[in-house]
């Protein structure tokens, strides 16, 4: 086993007294205090979290664009300069390699982020893919440290820090700008279900950045956040999970995300056969949909676990956990279309043996009063 690897805000990490983990081949703060009250700061103040473990990939070139259109499911080369998609990368047979979201940059320059177990799955296949196009793909997985500051105070905060047009910067956009001194690439994206930003910076500029951004947000409630209250966050927010809700053994369409696959954009893109037969088959008659459950009692589902009806298996949850803003346990699962619908009575999870009750509900769980 190789040692993991640790971001440049590591002995950070450390001094504040976090918990760390192994996270996808990383050293990562899981919690530094109680997760509920990491949770319940972002839902109502502000979280600062290290997101140094993302991986990106830059491709330039004058047919970076079409390159990109190509290796991914999106229509990426009609992208504006300045805006973000969410999109994803699939294999020959449909399946999803990774979920990302890529960033246009300039004219000839786009960023690709992939979640970080899957980087270099991504690195390889846009690699390939891009190869016979005039672009040129870059691992700048070490160029970036990522700090991302969420939560309802979070543009009060970065605003002290920066003259950025803070005001100006849509939701799935981002500019450069220079925040507490640190050059910085200002995101307006998140993984939480609130407003915030994310800040790709040299690794060398972290410990300066999140120091500066601590003293601003002292006084508005910010604290330090783990992978814990990310994942309840992300949750809560129906956002799916590499390696949960998305695997290589579904396509888009299964996960009930086909709107990310664009069949109208100019050329072929790996996975388009697949991908339309997949869409037919979603259409005439639905696989198992992705359903959110809210428990009845207390006892709390994890990945895996299987949701019953009537004595039979109907599905599987991906995800689950106690909702801190619910005060109740939820979870994310694939369930067959005929128990897909809110408020379906007879629907309960196994756990342990006992079939617990829950209520199908649509997901999000939880979505911010914009």
């Not at 830059?58 to 009609?78: K, Q």
């Not at 956009?173 to 407003?195: K, M, N, Q």
């Not at 895996?304 to 949850?317: N, R």
């Amino acid at each position: 086993m190789s040692e993991p690897r640790r971001t440049a805000l590591d002995a950070l990490h450390r001094s504040l007294g976090a918990t760390m983990t192994d996270f996808a081949g990383w050293d990562m703060p899981l919690r530094y205090a109680s997760e509920r009250d990491e949770h319940t700061a972002v839902r109502t103040r502000a979280g600062l979290f290290d997101l140094s473990h993302m991986g990106e990939i830059t491709v330039t070139g004058p047919a970076a664009g079409e390159a990109l259109d190509h290796a991914l499911v999106g229509h990426i080369s009609a992208l504006a300069v300045g805006r973000a998609r969410y999109t994803m990368i699939c294999a020959p047979d449909g399946g999803i390699l990774d979920d990302l979201i890529v960033y246009r940059l300039g004219e000839q320059e786009y960023m690709v982020v992939a979640n970080a177990s899957n980087a270099q799955v991504v690195l390889d296949a846009v690699t390939e893919r891009a190869a016979g196009f005039e672009a040129a793909v870059r691992d700048d997985r070490d160029a970036y440290a990522l700090i991302a500051v969420q939560g309802p105070e979070s543009p009060g905060i970065l605003a002290s820090l920066t003259d950025a047009d803070l005001d100006g910067l849509k939701y799935y956009a981002g500019l450069p700008g220079t925040v507490a001194g640190v050059s910085a690439l200002i995101a307006r994206t998140g993984y939480t279900g609130e407003d915030g930003f994310e800040l790709f910076v040299a690794p060398a500029d972290a410990e300066k950045l999140w120091q500066a951004l601590t003293e601003a947000g002292a006084d508005a409630g910010l604290v330090p956040c783990g992978l814990s209250c990310r994942d309840t966050l992300r949750l809560e927010a129906g956002m799916p999970l590499y390696g949960n809700e998305l695997t290589t053994a579904l396509t888009p369409f299964d996960a009930g995300l086909g709107r990310v696959v664009k069949f109208d954009k100019p050329g072929d893109f790996v996975g388009r056969q697949a991908l339309a037969a997949a869409a037919e088959r979603a259409a005439a008659e639905p696989p198992r949909k992705l359903v959110g459950l809210v428990a009845e009692g207390r006892r709390v589902p994890r990945a895996g676990y299987p949701v019953v009806a009537g004595g039979a298996v109907i599905g599987e949850v991906t995800s689950g956990a106690p909702s801190p803003t619910l005060g109740k346990p939820i979870a994310m699962a694939y369930v067959d279309a005929a128990h897909a619908a809110p408020g379906i009575s007879g629907v309960g999870v196994d756990i342990r043996g006992t079939h617990e009750p829950y209520e199908v509900v649509a997901l999000p769980f939880y979505k911010r009063q914009r």
